[in-house]
């Protein structure tokens, strides 16, 4: 057994996920390195599911009797608990969605509708990057075409970090909106925050987060970080899927216009005109995600009783065991940063001229479960002049052990393509 300082006690932790003890492809052992995709969820979030649909279950905030009394206060008690987990000054700058990219469209939206000095319009520009997922691109590339609005990003280095050393050319006067990752899907590069939001506070533009591989695996702070809008989900972090969230500063959500309208959003109704409530349920229209919010806020108390920091040491030590020992394997080409400093626990590779898919289909009849494609990264991929990547990402659960898997399934697929 491999043993590496700052692991957690994964024998303990992998006992509270069922999904982990599966058998795939008559008796292969599954070894799970697609959590950038998706992480698996413990008993503690599956029982509070269970427990909600059949003790709890009724619409939120309309009713008084006491089903949905409970099932309104287990509601806003995972706004309660996502307000603590990030550090939000405010539980009502917490707004439920139902993934990060209706919490990333949101934002766009409700600048595409605004009111001076937040409106994006024909006159101003917005700001992304390369390495962004779609779901950070193609809102941006829809308001842009609506709006007129400049659409800028910045490019990428060889090594698979941000080039910054245009800044002041990219972020400029005419700025309204910076939108960037803070830990790339397909790259793992963790990103300068500091330089980026420096900058666009000194020309006065807003700036977003996608903290969606950066939420699940490393503490969190949106005050710290000192954006106006932060947006993560919660399927990655071992919670269900149907639930996102978006934070925003509270002096924005008091300004900006709704996205959606429907039921609960609303203060008055007349067939004129309608008023709104006050943020959060100004954006939160119709059913919300009631259950998945209390698995997500479920997911939150498990994480949180492990230790953000913990996790965060114990995947550090994963990455830098991975990269050494992948670099290792012949013909191995890692898109992204080579060494496990500021980077996050997603390696992407390709390997010689085998086609990722051919590698992921290979690496699945030995029970390792990897993600192929672009990883909805595809401008990242154009970048390198490749079609498409092996990824393979760690969480809390991961062991020395499957990335020994890994490597050996690896050189099986080298054998089996000659």
């Known amino acids: 057994m491999t043993l590496l300082p700052g692991l957690l006690d994964t024998e303990a932790i992998r006992k509270d996920f069922p999904i982990l003890d599966r058998q795939v492809h008559d008796g292969q052992k599954l070894v799970y390195l697609d959590n950038a995709a998706t992480s698996q969820k413990p008993r503690q979030v599956l029982d509070a599911l269970n427990e909600y649909y059949e003790r709890y279950n009724a619409n939120v905030h309309r009713g008084v009797h006491v089903l949905a009394e409970e099932a309104t206060a287990l509601y806003e008690g995972a706004r309660d608990k996502v307000a603590s987990f990030i550090n939000a000054p405010s539980r009502d700058e917490v707004i439920f969605t139902k993934n990060a990219s209706e919490s990333l469209n949101l934002v766009a939206n409700m600048l595409g509708w605004a009111d001076e000095p937040y409106r994006v319009d024909h006159e101003t520009?917005?700001?992304?990057?390369?390495?962004?997922?779609?779901?950070?691109?193609?809102?941006?590339?829809?308001?842009?075409?609506?709006?007129?609005?400049k659409l800028k990003w910045f490019g990428l280095t060889?090594?698979?970090?941000?080039?910054?050393?245009?800044?002041?050319?990219?972020?400029?006067?005419?700025?309204?909106?910076?939108?960037?990752?803070?830990?790339?899907?397909?790259?793992?590069?963790?990103?300068?925050?500091?330089?980026?939001?420096?900058?666009?506070?000194?020309?006065?533009?807003?700036?977003?987060?996608?903290?969606?591989?950066?939420?699940?695996?490393?503490?969190?702070?949106?005050?710290?970080?000192?954006?106006?809008?932060?947006?993560?989900?919660?399927?990655?972090?071992?919670?269900?899927?149907?639930?996102?969230?978006?934070?925003?500063?509270?002096?924005?959500?008091?300004?900006?216009?709704?996205?959606?309208?429907?039921?609960?959003?609303?203060?008055?109704?007349s067939m004129h005109s309608s008023t709104y409530a006050p943020a959060p349920h100004k954006f939160e229209a119709g059913t919300p995600p009631i259950a998945q919010a209390?698995?997500?806020?479920?997911?939150?108390?498990?994480?949180?009783?492990?230790?953000?920091?913990?996790?965060?040491?114990?995947?550090?030590?994963?990455?830098?065991?991975?990269?050494?020992?992948?670099?290792?394997?012949?013909?191995?080409?890692?898109?992204?940063?080579?060494?496990?400093?500021?980077?996050?626990?997603?390696?992407?590779?390709?390997?010689?001229?085998?086609?990722?898919?051919?590698?992921?289909?290979?690496?699945?009849?030995?029970?390792?479960?990897?993600?192929?494609?672009?990883?909805?990264?595809r401008p990242v991929c154009l970048r390198y002049g490749i079609p498409a990547t092996t990824r393979a990402s760690f969480y809390l659960y991961s062991t020395p052990a499957e990335i020994d898997a890994l490597v050996e399934g690896l050189e099986h697929v080298r054998n089996f393509f000659g």
Not at 125 to 149: F, K, Y
Request: glycine fraction near 10%; include cysteine.
């Open 125 to 149: 520009e917005i700001v992304i990057t390369e390495m962004e997922h779609h779901s950070n691109i193609v809102p941006w590339q829809l308001l842009s075409q609506r709006t007129g609005a």
């Open 158 to 269: 060889d090594d698979g970090r941000l080039d910054l050393s245009n800044i002041d050319e990219i972020i400029t006067e005419n700025t309204k909106i910076v939108s960037f990752v803070l830990v790339s899907n397909i790259l793992g590069t963790v990103n300068p925050v500091e330089a980026i939001v420096r900058r666009a506070q000194e020309v006065g533009a807003l700036v977003c987060i996608d903290a969606s591989q950066a939420a699940p695996h490393m503490p969190l702070d949106v005050q710290s970080l000192q954006a106006d809008f932060v947006a993560f989900t919660g399927h990655k972090m071992c919670g269900p899927t149907g639930i996102g969230v978006l934070w925003g500063r509270q002096e924005l959500l008091e300004d900006l216009p709704p996205f959606l309208g429907g039921g609960e959003m609303i203060e008055t109704v």
């Open 294 to 377: 209390v698995g997500l806020g479920a997911a939150i108390d498990y994480l949180s009783s492990i230790g953000m920091d913990k996790i965060l040491a114990h995947e550090h030590a994963l990455t830098e065991y991975a990269v050494k020992r992948l670099s290792d394997v012949p013909d191995l080409r890692i898109i992204g940063p080579t060494t496990a400093e500021d980077r996050g626990a997603a390696i992407s590779f390709t390997l010689g001229d085998i086609h990722p898919h051919d590698v992921g289909q290979v690496l699945d009849e030995q029970g390792i479960a990897v993600r192929v494609g672009h990883h909805c990264a």
